[in-house]
T-cell receptor, first 113, second 112 residues
Framework: GESVGLHLPTLSVQEGDNSIINCAYS??????FIWYKQESGKGPQFIID?????DKRQGQRVTVLLNKTVKHLSLQIAATQPGDSAVYFC????????????FGGGTRVLVKP | NAGVTQTPKFRVLKTGQSMTLLCAQD?????MYWYRQDPGMGLRLIHY???????AKGEVPDGYNVSRLKKQNFLLGLESAAPSQTSVYFC???????????FGPGTRLTVL
């Protein structure tokens, strides 16, 4: 597959445990945030999003938390499975920046059996 | 529904050669984007389009040109490839400016 992020921060998680991936965003004017998952050799895949008027949103086994005070975003994955092994990116969208997405550098999650 | 497709999947060029990467989407999306992804640097926006016949520069546009002659296609051109353009290129599309961006599988380009 593609060699993505040779020097990415890595989170090693035991199968069945919960994972927490953190992201600090840069623009206090950002009003929309997205988490993407990227498996080796594939394009990023949408996981969950959240708008700035919310502080928590839940999906299937995933929860995104937004703390605008400290400009921090987190993704929680419940009962992590081997299929969750991937690189996870947060992205922010800012209306004042033309509504373009700015991506973070990514975190690699390795699930140990 | 194929979603977003990209051709080719892999390409090797010599410095100075030109090529065009093709992105196609069948979701009737207005917005389309070209990103490059380099190790440890996440995705960076090269160019984007907010509709047929329109294009705009992103974060790293130098050395690239784009065209959006048809709503479903977004072409990325390299007129004179350089080794610094060795990267993985991803195309994406979205229905609206703040809509979910759907990504293609990527094109791995190596410039020797």
């Amino acid at each position: 597959g593609e060699s993505v992020g040779l020097h990415l921060p890595t989170l090693s998680v035991q199968e069945g445990d919960n994972s927490i991936i953190n992201c600090a965003y840069s623009n206090s004017a950002s009003d929309y945030f997205i988490w993407y998952k990227q498996e080796s050799g594939k394009g990023p895949q949408f996981i969950i999003d959240i708008r700035s008027n919310m502080d928590k949103r839940q999906g299937q086994r995933v929860t995104v938390l937004l703390n605008k005070t400290v400009k921090h975003l987190s993704l929680q994955i419940a009962a992590t499975q081997p299929g969750d092994s991937a690189v996870y990116f947060c992205a922010e969208n800012t209306a004042t920046a033309g509504n373009k997405l700015t991506f973070g550098g990514g975190t690699r999650v390795l699930v140990k059996p | 529904n194929a979603g977003v497709t990209q051709t080719p999947k892999f390409r090797v060029l010599k410095t100075g050669q030109s090529m065009t990467l093709l992105c196609a989407q069948d979701m009737n999306h207005e917005y389309m984007y070209w990103y490059r992804q380099d190790p440890g640097m996440g995705l960076r926006l090269i160019h984007y389009s907010v509709g047929e016949g329109t294009t705009a520069k992103g974060e790293v546009p130098d050395g690239y040109n784009v065209s959006r002659l048809k709503k479903q296609n977004f072409l990325l051109g390299l007129e004179s490839a350089a080794p610094s353009q060795t990267s993985v290129y991803f195309c994406a599309s979205s229905a609206t400016a703040k809509g979910t961006q759907y990504f293609g599988p990527g094109t791995r380009l190596t410039v020797l």
